[in-house]
């Protein structure tokens, strides 16, 4: 059986039996809260909601905010999409769970009782997610890089988009490359 608050693949009962009020909204699935697709490890859709229905428990917040929010507790690394971010802002409400009021050009959103009760129900679960995050960013450290990595794709994009890259250009570019590589592969 399926809820109605189920997003694609979110079944009403995972494989550890946890379906929640409301259906598989906030089930877990295949490999924890953070599975693995295409090689690289992306939030679980369930555990997203549950730290984002967190965080709005800690304070009433624009869509902006929790994607600006979970960017710094990753430190750079990852930030959700508003395109992630928003329609799930929308299943929330319509659950019952956050009512949302304009406030100039945003909307913010709030915890209901009945988020706050979904919240302490599934504490301990957002207790171990939190200690994922926690651990997943760990490596990281102080240091933002993350943020470094967007920043040198973003200028290294926005050159090549110029089209003004003359053959010597392209050959040093791709030597800078080439040498930043190897460095990294050194470290």
């Known amino acids: 059986m399926r809820s109605r608050f189920c997003g694609p693949g979110d079944d009403d009962e995972t494989e550890d039996g946890f379906a929640g009020p409301f259906g598989g909204f906030f089930g877990r699935h295949r490999g924890g809260p953070f599975a693995r697709r295409r090689g690289r490890r992306v939030f679980d859709s369930g555990a997203l909601r549950l730290v984002v229905l967190g965080l709005i428990g800690e304070e009433p917040r ?3 905010d929790l994607i600006k929010g979970l960017k ?7 930030a959700p999409s508003p395109g992630a971010i928003y329609p799930m802002l929308q299943l ?9 009021e304009v406030h100039g050009l945003k909307r913010r959103y709030t915890i209901t009782r009945a988020g706050r009760a979904y919240l302490e ?7 171990r997610i939190r200690a994922q ?3 997943a960013a760990a490596p990281i450290g102080e240091v933002a890089i993350g943020e470094a990595i967007r920043e040198f794709r973003a200028a290294l994009y926005a050159r090549m988009r110029r ?14 490359l080439t ?3 190897e460095k990294i592969e050194k470290l």
């Open 62 to 64: 624009h869509g902006y």
């Open 72 to 78: 710094e507790r990753f430190q750079g690394a990852y």
């Open 92 to 100: 929330l409400e319509e659950a019952g769970l956050v009512t949302s």
């Open 121 to 127: 129900e599934s504490r301990e679960e957002l207790d």
């Open 133 to 135: 995050i926690d651990e």
């Open 163 to 176: 089209g003004t890259l003359g053959e010597d250009q392209a050959r040093r570019l791709r030597a800078i």
């Open 179 to 181: 040498e930043a590589r």
